[in-house]
């Protein structure tokens, strides 16, 4: 059976139209429904969490080695909650030794701890766990293995810090304390923002259409389908699909982001038409007939991008595709049936009938375009890729303490680590498996090639031809000399089977992961990008377009960011925080985002021109005409989408930032320079090949009366 976009949107446009046929009814459904999401979904707020293997890969040799030593000795490979403890008088005062030990015996009695490393265990060789002043000294606990990676860890972590209380000489850290407060930062950051996001878009919505009754439609759409992905996250959750909680700030996002997005499409497109009309009931359905198709082709756009995330088995990417694809879909659910059944209830006084609609810019700036067609392309193509030079430089690091806020337990310990203490201590710590016969002797540096960037520091037989190996390099944790030496071990290691863990070890996993799936990913991308805008098109020209301008605002955008986070422009001013480099996954997360949503405001201007086109306009005047239109709801639906997610730029958490201000980067650029400037451009000096195809597209449509730019009135140059 032939594939038909026009049967697509009348499929949509009955659902939407069932809306204003029994709107009491659909209305209560959704009040009924937000008020037992809500019950049902905010809870998971609480219950999503951050685990060790958040940005790690499934299955690679660093996550094999940690589980082997997981198996064999119950407890983790390497310590992961550091307890701090400061003493008045230097060690070994008698008295800091009592407290010392005071402190160690409240360690060790707290069930999950598996194992704890003290300096009073061996004063003479774990002499390094004193600071350089004698006045403090760590205990190194490792979690059991049972423990790790569930919601145990959390409460862990707060019964220590009751059993310490408020002292100010006892400070809590390690990586499974950093994991807890980062997941708190987070919990912090969505209940905490969302309430002022709220009130900042419905100010805008109030200043764009006038209306109270207006603007909280809109909200009123966001605010349901954050709750209802939330609920359904809570289901995942339930059925065993654990989602990342940093997503919790792409749900909260994006939801509110389309749901404001699609619900201001059929607002703005009543309003136009009961203003021709002056009927209400003729004015909704046709405002029905062309929005719900292109809310369909933009939400499958947006889903089927951010869905093909779901190939990287890393529990944060994983996790945020299939968020972002939820949130899409039930966006764009809602719109279509909450929004006409509102309109059909309170029409008129949702939007009043004016006699004209004040666009001056839009009105003007659409001529000027297809006028100038040519140095307006080239100026603005020139930008885009001068803006994106800087990303040529771009700079990965891992995630490490430094993502957290300065002023957390966490934090403060691995800084008084690298300030106070002996490079034994806030050096890295490799753990080696390694896999021998049974009458093998201990391993030894030269046997794993280690020369002078590491030094083993404990070796034991975990069972008959299985060893673990303890080394410490000579860098900091995720530096270039960790890195090395892993490559080093694993490159040299000879006839042993040796399997690492560490955070270099992690890190270099994660790399070599998103490697290997990228080029899945870009096709996939591309292929989404292409195949959505054929189906609405029918034109393998304007997908191609479409293409080579995502690609361009995905290089601009990554060049700002650069700038701002890696290289420290306009840091200060923007409140966030410069780390010299970009955490490795943003690349990926942020090219499925910015080509769907770029994608999404291109459907909103392409539609508005292929009706002016169907219409009888000819080409230019389609193109002023779509743009005049479109341009009112493409700026306002931009603005506010920016809002609703640079808002996490003002988190303490790194990783939120650099999400949150690449996609609202990425709308911005997309909404001005692109979808007002370049893309008319464009098909100014396309002309007529902006709708070519191969055969037997383009003979149905020159039979149907196509010719380009004369004026026709009857079928329109493109399959609806």
Known sequence: MEWNPRRMGRSLARIAIFATRRPGFVLSGALLTGIVTALVGLSVIGELHTTSDEFNSRGSESSKARWTIEADTGAAPAPTVVVLVHVREPLPAPRSVRAIAADEAVLRSQPGIARVVGYLQSPEQLAALVSHDSHSTVLAASLDAGVLGTAQVPRLIRALRRRFGESSSVLIGGSAVAGVDLAAEVRSDVRHIEPWVLLVLG???LGAFRSPRLAGMPLLVGVLTIVEVLAILRGLLFAGVDTSLFTLATVSGLSLGLGIDYSLLIVSRFRQEIRRRG????????????TARTIGFSALIIASSLATLIVFPTRFIFSVGLDGCLSAIIAAANSLLLAPALLTLFGERIAPIRRRERRPVWSRLPGVVVRY???????IAALLIALGVPALGLQFRGVD??????NSGARLVDDALKADFAPEVRYELLTLVVRTPPDSVPITAAALGLGRLGNIVAHRNLRLGLQEVAIVANGPPLSSVSQRLVRVIRRHSGPLHVEVTSPAANYLDQQESLRSHLPAELLMVALCTFGVMFAMTGSIVLPAKALLMNALTFSATFGVVVLIFQDGYLAD?????QHGALEASQPIIAFAAVFGLSTDYNIFVLSRIQEAMGAGREQLEAIAEGLCHSGPVVSTAAL????????FATSNVVLLQETSLAVAIAVALDATLIRALLMPALMALLGRYNWWAPRPNTTRRVQSGDTGNRRRSSQPPFPR
């Open 203 to 205: 100010a805008l919505l």
């Open 279 to 290: 009927d209400r009931a003729s004015a909704i359905e046709a405002a029905l007939a062309p």
């Open 373 to 379: 067609p040519l140095p307006i392309a080239i100026t």
């Open 401 to 406: 303490g430094s993502a957290l806020p300065p």
């Open 573 to 577: 001013l923007l409140g966030v925080h």
């Open 640 to 647: 506010c989408f920016c809002v609703s997610v640079a808002a």
